[in-house]
Every structure is written in C-alpha cells, then in structure tokens.
C-alpha cells in the first residue's frame, strides 16, 4: 500500500489529521493528545503514540517510527505494547528521541512543593496526597532514604553498616519503625537480604518478615546490616523520609542546594516499558532508540523466586520488561538510575538485542535473561536431590519457553546493584545462545557476569572488560557460574566414572551446547577473575587476559581452558570429579597451581603450560606443576617476554617460550565498548604493578601447618580457596584433613568425618586450632566436648568424650 493509501487510513480513523507521509508521528511534552500527531501538532502521551501507530499500521508496509521530543513523559501507567503493536523485518517499528533531543520516559511524578523548615536543617512540606515513593530525586539524583549508619561511600560494603543497626538501644529510640527496612548481608556474604519491619515490643525488639532474597538461606549477617526508612534516622545531608501518616515530606537538603528552585520528583511504576506478547503471538520487530529511562520503583521485597539450584532468587520485571517477543531491539538508550532491574528479559524471547546502551546505579541487574523452570527437564531446586530412575534423560530444553539467540553488545554497565546484592550486570539463567560482546561492566556488588545454571549452554562472552567485581560479597569472581544441573549430586551414579561409561552424556543433558569466553580482559581484586563453581561444564575458555585473581574450574565435566593469561596468578582446580575430561593447556601462569582437594592426574590434559619466570632466559621443565598436576610433562618455566605488561600488553614477543609450547597471542586493544561516546567516559582496570594489591586468592595470615589430635590430622582454613571449597562464611574454622584421617581413629570413631570444618567448641567460637588447645582447656575436664562442626555447608553437633579435652595437639609428622 502507498503513502497516500497509509495516510487515508489514518485519516479514516481520525488519528493522522494533517500528519506527514511516511508513517512517522510526533509526541512532546506539551503536546495534546487531541492533536493529530504531527511535527508542528504533536501528541503529549506514548500512550496515544502507540493506539495512533496501530492504527497507522494495519496499513503501512514500510517502516513507522514514533519520534519523542525533548522532556520528560512522566507515565500515568506502564507503556505496554503486545503482538498488535509489532513491526515487521521490512516494516518495523521505532520509537526514537528526535535527532539531537533527550527524551526520557518516566516511571515518576515530578512535585510541587512549599517547603518550610523543621529542625536541625531539615525541611519539610505538604506531599500531595495519597504520595508513595521509595526514593526521591532532586535535580537528578536519588537522594538516601532516611537511614543508619549514614551513607559514607568510602564504606565498601553497604556504604556504611553497622552491628548495633537493630540493637534494642537504638530500637528504642524510634517511637514508630513499621514500614523501615534492615538490609543486611548473608552470612556467608553470598549475597544480600532484605526485611519490612513490621513492629516492636516495650524491650526494644524488632519484628520483621523477608530474608527470602537468597536461594540458600541463612541468617543474616551479625554485624553488615543497615536500616533505612526511619524518621528518627534522619540527620544527614541527602537524606529524606516521606510520613504517610501524615502526608508530609523531610528533605535534610546539602548545603549547596537551592530547594526553592530544585526539581524534586517520586518513583511511582515499577515497569515502565513492558512488551508483552507470547509464543504464538509474539511482538516482533520493535525497537526504542535513543532514550532515557528513570524512576522506577524498588523491587528487592519481591525477589522471592527460586532459581533453580543457583544462590539466586529473582523478581520477575524490569524498567524495561520484554516476554514473549522476536527481534526486538533496545538500542543506544540510557537506564538511569532504577530502582530494581533495569532490563528484564523473560521466558519466551527470540532474537532480543541490548545494544549500545548506557545502563549505571540500578538497584538489582543491569539485564537479566531468565527463563521457566517449567522448560527445564527434570527441574531441580536447592536442597533436592534425585535418583537416576527419576530423571528425565532427554537432552536440551522441555519448552521454548526462555529466552534464546540474545545480544548484550557494545554496553557499557557499572554500579549495578545499588540496593539488591545478589545481582549483576548480566544475569543468565534457563537461557540459551546469549552472546555478550564489547562490554564494559565493572563496580559492583558481586560477579559483573552471572550465569546461574548450564541449561542450555552456547552463550559466548567475547572482547568485555570487567573488573571491581565483588566488592560488597564474597566466594566468587568477576565471571561466576553454577552447573547444578540434573547430573549433580545425582543418586546411584559414580560421577567419578560417568564419563568412561554408557552415561558420559549425563553431564551434558542440560549444558548441552558449549559455552564460549574468548578475547576478555577480566580483573578481580576480591575473588577469582573467572569462577566455574558447582558443576559449571562444557565450557571452552580462551584468550582470556586474567589481571588479579587467576582461573577457577571447580567440579564439573568437559572443559577446555587454553591459552590464557593469568597475571600474578594461577590455575585453581577446586573439588574436581576423577575422570572429568577437562583440558587445561598452552597457558601462561604466574606461580603455582592452586589446587584444593584434586586428585591426580588432574582431568583429561594438562600440559604446555608456561610458568612466567621473570628474567629466566632459558625454559627449564616445570617440575613443580608436574609434580602438582601429575601431567605438565611438557610445561616450561622462563620469562614469557611481553611486549609491555606496564601498559597492559601481554602479548608475547618472537622467540618467547610460550609461542614454542603453542601459545598464540591475541588482541590487546579490543576489550570493552567501542561506541565512541561510551568508550569516553568508561573506566579501565588498574593494571598490575600501579600500586595494587595482593591477589585476594593469595592472601592469607594464617598458619595453614598439620597438627595431629585424637589420632587424626587437622589444619586451619587457609585462603580463599578453603574458605570456598567448604561454602565457609570466612576464613574461620579447622579443617578434618581428608588426606590423613585414620579409618579407625577417635576422629572417625566420635563421628567426624573428612572434610568437616570445626567452628565451635562448647558453643564458642573456635576460629583457629589455638582456640581449639584454649578452649578444651578452660572447659569443665569431667563433660563430654561438643564441636560445633560445618559439613556439607550445615551445622551439625559432634560430641566428644571427655578425655578430648587432655588429648594433645601437636604439629604433625611429615609424610
């Protein structure tokens, strides 16, 4: 059909009076919605955009665009678009800021205020009615819910916490605290944890409901918490509380601010976009260009949704909310300071691109991809274990219903996860095919990218920068992953020997496609740069730059990691199953393996490794990764020759030892975004040797010798790598050595079991075996000890008699 055709039926329908041709309508701030939606006549709302564009295209066969003016278009509701609104690959739809203007889409209300003084600096004034919003902006910028300890932002974790944060003391002092909120940290610090208060008693004792916001619970963590939403807190700058009571709004304003002249606007909508269609009436083909999205609500109470066997729970929803859509795109836009996820893509989804986008301070992920455990065969959920009979032994998906073939690409995405902890800048799980490309994603709580399970695999992450990582968590790494798929912790197989025999497919029923992380540049300074954890498999992991925190491949099947780079680092097989087929080979390590409970020979391959000598000219074998691998038959170690480490360039030089092992060098200069206005303003990592400091991986005070005791051997929890391989919530506790228990000794007889890890004696907190000796000690000599013993990430009781107590502990005798 024509133009002239496509502007009668618009005309017919009153909606295109006037309009130009070419499909295309206009909308403006101060517009009106009884205009015809021309340049010069434009309509005021998206709303009426969209019912003017269906209209337009029942007739177009040609590209229609809708074009947003400079302003702000605060929603009266969610902009909801469904199979009706789509485009088509020759005709697709666009909403577009106009050439030049910033538009910016609004989940929140901009407020008329008289403002008067209260006390102390604060102001106050008459909200209007009926106001509720969990944050406040003024001039911009999201101020603190009224909160202590204050907001300090050189406090790493929280940016401020405290133990007394719910002490009855400082309890008392609120006359009403219904309605504030604690946000505390797990235990283990694997995440974050958020509670409503519901009330308190005459001594000061809070009452609350959530902590559901972790998929492994605990209680939460005895001194990293904080409570916000108290009047009685309020006495910062920055800092605000909104009385519901009584409609009246505290602002304590810096001293900067002209509040007579500020603009202050409240949160409203929690989605502000959402394309919402189905698999078999999708919304296709449409694409928003060139915007600006802010305020939108907080959502972290409503993260409640396990994730399958993953330490994640989620909430369903996002600033911008796609389900059930192909081909739509979200491109060159600004996600500015939301309150819970900023993209949230959901089951069904084809083809989804996140391109050149600028997405900082959200409050939960920056985009996540997650998709039904109802197309998961033989869905699994923490704490359940199944039989081999049980399962569903077909590979790959049940359903369609998750997301498949997306692209983050060219996005440049940092202090994510303002308020919610166990986020990150991408997020995958039930996913398939999710390709991340030119990235740039750095400060923040926990890993920059997540990927929650192995179904179903065929991600490639490639050329990203990601670094800062980790920075409020802890026991992962810039790239972290699960694989706790059908096969793991599967009951009457020997994973062991699965893969020598009819069943070595097990572990790929669900990681069925290979994942790929190729030419990324990765730095964590809390954790491991790459982190495989629990059963992670099918990964092929290459030309990797690794800045700080070396490679961690914890147990899982079928891996390939090769020609990577691990700078004042190394390899770190964690907890690895005999026979596991991986491949670790033609890498540059800095030290060591690291090893923690690995038998040897380690995997399928480990060979034609370099172990970087700085200033050894000639290659020597590298005896002590033999030694350790009980492989390496080929390894060298020499002085790898880069071509300069002081700028970042890790490549090699001619004639260096790597290239004669089979190393091959790779680009140094293509890490993160390449859109020219988002490369000017992102970060790089600090590069080794400016000053930084040792490896978290690698730092340790504590004495990690044998002692014997009972008959058996013990040590402490040495590092990271421990604290990790045994889900401890720090470097605390004695380890029960595996390696050296005796079968029939009193360790074994009293009910201690290899690989448990002593935390208390007498209900005392045994940090180290010198709290062992003090603690049997100073105990009653006549009763039984009870241990305080961690196992299989529980607490469980063993009790000990009483002569326990005289036994001596002594360093144990080398074998």
Known sequence: MNRTAIAATCLAAGLWAGAALGAEFHVSPTGSDTSPGTKDKPFATLAKARDALR?????????????????????????????????????PVVYAAAPGEEAVISGGSRLDLKWEPHQGGIMKAKAPAGLATDQLFVNGQRQHLARYPNFDPNVRIFNGYAKDAISPERVKRWADPRGGFIHAMHRAMWGGMHYVITGKDADGNLTSEGGWQNNRPAPMHPECRFVENILEELDAPGEWFLDSKTAVLYFYPPQDLDLAK???????????????????????????????FRHAARTFMDNKEPLLRSDWTTYRGGAVFVSGAEDCTLEDCYIDQVGGNAVFVNNYNRRIAIRGCHIARAGANGVAFVGDPGAVRSATFWNQNRKIAEIDKSPGPKTNNHPADCLVEDCLIYLTGRVEKQTAPVEIAMSQGVTVRHCSLYDVPRAGINIGDGCWGGHVIEFCDIFDTVKETGDHGSFNSWGRDRYWGLKGVDLNTVTLGEL?????LDAAKTTVMRNNRWRCDHGWDIDLDDGSTNYHIYNNLCLNGGIKLREGFYRVCENNIMVDNSFHPHVWYGNSQDIFRRNIVFGPYRPIQVNKPWGKECDANLLHKPGQKDATPAKGLRQQSGLDEHSQEA????????????????GSPALALGFKNFPMDQFGVQKPDLKKIARTPVLPGAGDATPATQQSSRDGRAMEWLGGQFKNVVGMGEMSAHGLPGEVGIIVLDLYLKPGGTPAKVGLRMRDVILKVDGKPAGEISDLRDLLQKGPQDKPVVLG?????????????ADARKAEIRPAEKK
């Open 789 to 801: 013993v961690w196992r299989d990430q529980k607490d469980v009781t063993v009790t000990l008699p």
């Open 504 to 508: 070595k497919q097990l572990p790929l």
């Open 262 to 292: 500020a603009t202050v606007e409240a949160v409203r909508l929690r989605h502000l976009v959402e394309v919402k269609g189905t698999e078999q009436r999708p919304v296709k083909f449409v694409t928003f260009r060139g915007l600006v």
């Open 639 to 654: 002085d790898a020759m880069f071509i300069d480490p002081a700028r970042g360039d890790y490549r090699v030089k001619g």
């Open 55 to 91: 209209a337009a295209k029942a007739a177009a066969r040609e590209p229609v665009t809708v074009w947003l003016h400079a302003g702000t278009y605060y929603l009266p509701e969610t902009l909801v678009l469904a199979a009706g609104d789509s485009g088509s690959k020759q005709a």
